[in-house]
T-cell receptor
Protein backbone atom coordinates (compact mmCIF):
# COMPACT_ATOMS: atom_id res chain seq x y z
CA UNK A 1 0.00 0.00 0.00
CA UNK A 2 0.89 3.68 -0.14
CA UNK A 3 3.52 4.99 2.30
CA UNK A 4 4.19 8.69 2.92
CA UNK A 5 7.39 9.92 4.54
CA UNK A 6 7.57 13.52 5.79
CA UNK A 7 10.67 15.55 6.70
CA UNK A 8 11.75 17.23 8.83
CA UNK A 9 9.79 16.33 11.93
CA UNK A 10 10.57 19.73 13.47
CA UNK A 11 11.57 22.98 11.82
CA UNK A 12 12.44 26.35 13.33
CA UNK A 13 12.76 29.47 11.22
CA UNK A 14 13.15 33.16 11.87
CA UNK A 15 10.17 35.34 11.12
CA UNK A 16 10.32 36.50 7.52
CA UNK A 17 12.37 33.52 6.33
CA UNK A 18 11.04 30.72 4.14
CA UNK A 19 10.10 27.24 5.30
CA UNK A 20 10.08 24.07 3.21
CA UNK A 21 8.55 20.74 4.21
CA UNK A 22 9.10 17.69 2.02
CA UNK A 23 7.13 14.48 1.54
CA UNK A 24 7.81 11.38 -0.50
CA UNK A 25 5.28 8.76 -1.51
CA UNK A 26 5.65 5.20 -2.70
CA UNK A 27 2.68 4.54 -5.01
CA UNK A 28 3.31 6.12 -8.42
CA UNK A 29 -0.44 5.95 -9.14
CA UNK A 30 -1.29 8.38 -6.31
CA UNK A 31 -2.95 11.41 -7.82
CA UNK A 32 -4.02 13.82 -5.07
CA UNK A 33 -1.80 15.48 -2.47
CA UNK A 34 -3.33 17.74 0.21
CA UNK A 35 -1.61 19.61 3.01
CA UNK A 36 -3.17 20.22 6.41
CA UNK A 37 -2.29 22.74 9.11
CA UNK A 38 -3.04 21.98 12.74
CA UNK A 39 -2.67 24.83 15.21
CA UNK A 40 -2.16 23.99 18.86
CA UNK A 41 -5.30 22.48 20.36
CA UNK A 42 -7.26 22.69 17.12
CA UNK A 43 -8.36 20.41 14.31
CA UNK A 44 -6.32 19.81 11.13
CA UNK A 45 -7.49 22.08 8.33
CA UNK A 46 -6.84 21.81 4.61
CA UNK A 47 -4.63 24.68 3.45
CA UNK A 48 -3.65 23.71 -0.08
CA UNK A 49 -3.75 20.68 -2.35
CA UNK A 50 -2.39 19.61 -5.73
CA UNK A 51 -3.39 16.97 -8.25
CA UNK A 52 -1.03 14.90 -10.34
CA UNK A 53 -1.71 16.79 -13.57
CA UNK A 54 -0.24 19.98 -12.07
CA UNK A 55 3.39 20.68 -11.13
CA UNK A 56 2.92 23.68 -8.87
CA UNK A 57 0.14 25.57 -7.13
CA UNK A 58 0.29 28.84 -5.19
CA UNK A 59 -2.00 30.57 -2.74
CA UNK A 60 -0.55 33.83 -1.47
CA UNK A 61 2.48 32.91 0.72
CA UNK A 62 1.93 29.15 0.37
CA UNK A 63 2.93 26.98 -2.57
CA UNK A 64 3.08 23.27 -3.23
CA UNK A 65 5.27 21.58 -5.83
CA UNK A 66 4.97 18.05 -7.15
CA UNK A 67 7.65 15.95 -8.83
CA UNK A 68 5.93 12.79 -10.11
CA UNK A 69 9.13 11.27 -11.45
CA UNK A 70 10.85 11.45 -8.10
CA UNK A 71 7.58 10.83 -6.22
CA UNK A 72 7.92 13.76 -3.89
CA UNK A 73 6.00 16.93 -3.13
CA UNK A 74 6.84 19.93 -1.00
CA UNK A 75 5.14 22.75 0.88
CA UNK A 76 6.79 26.15 0.65
CA UNK A 77 5.87 29.00 2.98
CA UNK A 78 7.44 32.37 2.24
CA UNK A 79 7.74 35.41 4.53
CA UNK A 80 6.85 33.29 7.54
CA UNK A 81 4.88 34.86 10.38
CA UNK A 82 4.34 33.71 13.98
CA UNK A 83 0.81 32.56 13.09
CA UNK A 84 2.35 30.04 10.69
CA UNK A 85 3.58 28.11 13.75
CA UNK A 86 1.69 24.80 13.70
CA UNK A 87 1.98 21.14 12.82
CA UNK A 88 1.73 20.49 9.09
CA UNK A 89 0.65 17.15 7.61
CA UNK A 90 1.06 16.02 4.03
CA UNK A 91 -1.06 13.24 2.55
CA UNK A 92 -1.35 11.19 -0.62
CA UNK A 93 -4.34 9.52 -2.24
CA UNK A 94 -3.75 6.23 -4.06
CA UNK A 95 -6.47 5.48 -6.63
CA UNK A 96 -9.34 3.23 -5.73
CA UNK A 97 -11.82 3.24 -2.89
CA UNK A 98 -9.22 4.11 -0.27
CA UNK A 99 -8.56 6.78 2.35
CA UNK A 100 -5.81 9.39 2.34
CA UNK A 101 -2.44 8.26 3.67
CA UNK A 102 -0.89 10.85 5.98
CA UNK A 103 2.70 11.70 6.78
CA UNK A 104 3.68 11.91 10.45
CA UNK A 105 3.69 15.69 10.54
CA UNK A 106 6.18 18.57 10.84
CA UNK A 107 6.12 20.94 13.79
CA UNK A 108 7.01 24.40 12.43
CA UNK A 109 8.04 27.11 14.85
CA UNK A 110 8.40 30.67 13.59
CA UNK A 111 10.59 32.70 15.92
CA UNK A 112 9.81 36.40 16.14
CA UNK B 1 -22.82 26.01 8.65
CA UNK B 2 -21.14 22.94 7.15
CA UNK B 3 -19.39 21.07 9.91
CA UNK B 4 -18.37 17.85 11.59
CA UNK B 5 -19.51 17.75 15.21
CA UNK B 6 -17.87 15.53 17.79
CA UNK B 7 -18.99 14.96 21.35
CA UNK B 8 -17.77 15.09 23.98
CA UNK B 9 -14.73 17.39 23.60
CA UNK B 10 -13.13 16.06 26.77
CA UNK B 11 -13.71 12.78 28.58
CA UNK B 12 -12.05 11.15 31.57
CA UNK B 13 -13.13 7.60 32.25
CA UNK B 14 -12.02 4.48 34.08
CA UNK B 15 -10.61 1.30 32.63
CA UNK B 16 -13.30 -1.06 31.38
CA UNK B 17 -16.22 1.36 31.34
CA UNK B 18 -17.83 1.34 27.91
CA UNK B 19 -18.03 4.67 26.15
CA UNK B 20 -19.17 6.15 22.86
CA UNK B 21 -17.80 9.20 21.08
CA UNK B 22 -20.31 10.61 18.64
CA UNK B 23 -19.59 12.15 15.24
CA UNK B 24 -22.14 13.83 13.03
CA UNK B 25 -21.78 15.72 9.74
CA UNK B 26 -24.33 17.90 7.98
CA UNK B 27 -22.74 17.92 4.51
CA UNK B 28 -24.27 14.70 3.17
CA UNK B 29 -20.77 13.23 2.90
CA UNK B 30 -20.51 9.56 2.04
CA UNK B 31 -17.07 9.04 3.56
CA UNK B 32 -16.38 9.24 7.30
CA UNK B 33 -13.37 8.21 9.32
CA UNK B 34 -11.87 8.11 12.80
CA UNK B 35 -8.26 8.95 13.66
CA UNK B 36 -6.27 9.01 16.83
CA UNK B 37 -3.40 11.42 17.31
CA UNK B 38 -0.51 10.70 19.66
CA UNK B 39 2.73 12.70 20.05
CA UNK B 40 5.28 11.71 17.42
CA UNK B 41 2.93 9.26 15.70
CA UNK B 42 0.85 11.64 13.60
CA UNK B 43 -2.70 10.77 12.59
CA UNK B 44 -3.42 7.07 12.69
CA UNK B 45 -6.61 5.78 11.15
CA UNK B 46 -8.84 3.59 13.30
CA UNK B 47 -11.85 2.82 11.07
CA UNK B 48 -13.44 4.35 8.02
CA UNK B 49 -16.73 4.09 6.19
CA UNK B 50 -17.30 4.66 2.49
CA UNK B 51 -21.08 4.68 2.86
CA UNK B 52 -23.99 3.55 5.02
CA UNK B 53 -23.53 0.02 6.39
CA UNK B 54 -19.99 -0.16 4.93
CA UNK B 55 -17.06 0.01 7.38
CA UNK B 56 -13.41 -0.98 7.10
CA UNK B 57 -10.50 -1.28 9.47
CA UNK B 58 -7.76 1.30 9.39
CA UNK B 59 -4.25 0.94 10.77
CA UNK B 60 -5.11 0.66 14.48
CA UNK B 61 -8.61 -0.86 14.87
CA UNK B 62 -7.95 -3.05 17.92
CA UNK B 63 -10.14 -2.15 20.89
CA UNK B 64 -12.56 -0.02 18.85
CA UNK B 65 -15.90 -0.56 17.15
CA UNK B 66 -17.88 1.64 14.77
CA UNK B 67 -21.24 1.60 13.07
CA UNK B 68 -22.73 3.50 10.14
CA UNK B 69 -26.48 3.12 10.27
CA UNK B 70 -27.17 6.58 8.88
CA UNK B 71 -25.17 8.72 6.49
CA UNK B 72 -24.67 11.60 8.91
CA UNK B 73 -23.50 9.65 12.01
CA UNK B 74 -20.41 7.57 12.66
CA UNK B 75 -19.98 6.79 16.37
CA UNK B 76 -16.77 5.37 17.82
CA UNK B 77 -17.32 2.78 20.53
CA UNK B 78 -14.78 1.64 23.10
CA UNK B 79 -16.28 -1.47 24.69
CA UNK B 80 -13.62 -1.83 27.39
CA UNK B 81 -11.29 1.17 27.37
CA UNK B 82 -7.71 0.76 28.52
CA UNK B 83 -5.09 3.39 29.43
CA UNK B 84 -3.30 2.89 26.09
CA UNK B 85 -6.39 4.33 24.41
CA UNK B 86 -5.74 7.68 26.07
CA UNK B 87 -5.40 9.94 23.05
CA UNK B 88 -6.82 12.78 20.99
CA UNK B 89 -9.47 11.50 18.59
CA UNK B 90 -10.64 13.15 15.37
CA UNK B 91 -13.57 12.34 13.15
CA UNK B 92 -13.34 13.37 9.49
CA UNK B 93 -15.62 13.33 6.48
CA UNK B 94 -15.53 13.98 2.74
CA UNK B 95 -17.85 13.55 -0.23
CA UNK B 96 -15.41 11.38 -2.18
CA UNK B 97 -13.16 9.37 0.10
CA UNK B 98 -9.53 10.40 -0.12
CA UNK B 99 -9.92 12.03 -3.53
CA UNK B 100 -10.83 15.36 -1.97
CA UNK B 101 -9.91 17.19 1.21
CA UNK B 102 -11.29 16.01 4.53
CA UNK B 103 -13.25 18.13 6.99
CA UNK B 104 -12.23 17.30 10.55
CA UNK B 105 -14.24 17.58 13.73
CA UNK B 106 -12.95 19.56 16.71
CA UNK B 107 -11.50 16.51 18.41
CA UNK B 108 -12.16 14.54 21.59
CA UNK B 109 -9.47 14.30 24.22
CA UNK B 110 -9.94 10.99 26.01
CA UNK B 111 -8.17 10.01 29.20
CA UNK B 112 -8.55 6.46 30.53
CA UNK B 113 -7.34 5.97 34.10
Amino acid sequence: GENVEQHPSTLSVQEGDSAVIKCTYSDSASNYFPWYKQELGKRPQLIIDIRSNVGEKKDQRIAVTLNKTAKHFSLHITETQPEDSAVYFCAAFPPGNTPLVFGKGTRLSVIA
Amino acid sequence: EAQVTQNPRYLITVTGKKLTVTCSQNMNHEYMSWYRQDPGLGLRQIYYSMNVEVTDKGDVPEGYKVSRKEKRNFPLILESPSPNQTSLYFCASSYAGGAVGYTFGSGTRLTVV
